[in-house]
């Protein structure tokens, strides 16, 4: 018998997953440290959550997007824009990053001439993705904050 | 049949629009300004190099690292605190 406060909520599971997503974020931002052939490895495998916390987010996505040209509350706005372009980026850096992988595509049998047009963007965006997570984390610390009390420290 | 709905149709959904992206993005290579990003690349040694080979070299590009998203994350976490906060001060 689980009693109802036992069971995994799904708010628990958005709160460990986007600990997950930050936790392999950062591994992936600091490929001085990790080496490239890690950085290729680990940004593949970040697919998997950065995908599940969309989906996990997607009624917030569908409700903000059905109001597009409705009165909005300026915060939700704002996030509405932010996490779109946010969203852009992330997929731009996720290509370029792919098209000069140099360790995880030969070992998968895909073979690409890397184009260093690509390296330039892919290194420049990287960093401007960072500044734009850093708002988008302040944006929600809130939810993280509370949830994180709630959840892992237990406070009421 | 919830499970799909709620779930497995909007990863398809992300998914598509991904590809659709990822699709136009590869046009980029081909647009006429493409050739002076290309050309200054070529030139310029990638912003990362070998890995660490030891654990003082490692512990070194480690702390550089920090500062780096110390800076990029924590910056702009920062200015967006102090703005949220002057708003919500103006609010009330």
Redesign the interface.
């Known amino acids: 018998m689980q009693s109802t406060d036992k069971k995994f909520s799904l708010t628990q599971f958005k709160l460990f997953l986007d600990l997950v997503v930050l936790v392999l974020f950062?591994a992936i931002?600091?490929?001085?440290?990790?080496?490239?052939?890690?950085?290729e490895w680990v940004s593949f495998i970040f697919a998997l959550p950065f995908?599940?916390h969309?989906?996990?987010n997607?009624k917030w996505?569908v409700s903000v997007f059905a109001r597009l040209f409705k009165k909005l509350p300026?915060e939700t706005r704002f996030n509405q824009i932010w996490d779109s372009v946010l969203f852009?980026l992330m997929?731009?850096v996720s290509?370029?990053g792919a098209v000069l992988s140099e360790t995880v595509l030969p070992a998968l049998g895909i073979h690409i001439e890397i184009?260093?047009?690509?390296?330039?963007?892919h290194?420049g965006m990287a960093?401007l993705l960072?500044?734009?997570?850093?708002?988008h984390?302040?944006?929600h610390?809130k939810w993280i904050v509370s949830n994180f009390n709630r959840y892992i420290l237990k406070k009421a | 049949m919830n499970f799909i709905k709620e779930y497995i149709f909007p990863a398809v959904v992300i998914l598509i629009v991904t590809a659709a992206l990822v699709f136009g993005f590869q046009f980029l290579a081909d647009a006429s300004w493409a050739e002076g990003i290309r050309a200054s690349a070529a030139s310029t040694p990638p912003e990362v190099g070998t890995a660490p080979t030891n654990i003082s070299e490692f512990l070194v590009a480690l702390a550089t690292s920090t500062v780096r998203l110390t800076i990029l994350i924590g910056l702009p976490f920062a200015i967006t605190a102090a703005v949220l906060k002057r708003t919500q001060k103006q609010k009330s």
């Open positions: 950062i931002n600091i490929p001085g440290a990790t080496g490239i052939p890690n950085h995908l599940i969309l989906t996990l997607w996505i300026g852009l997929i731009f290509f370029s184009d260093p047009f690509w390296r330039s963007l290194t960093n960072l500044l734009m997570f850093g708002v984390f302040m944006m610390w």
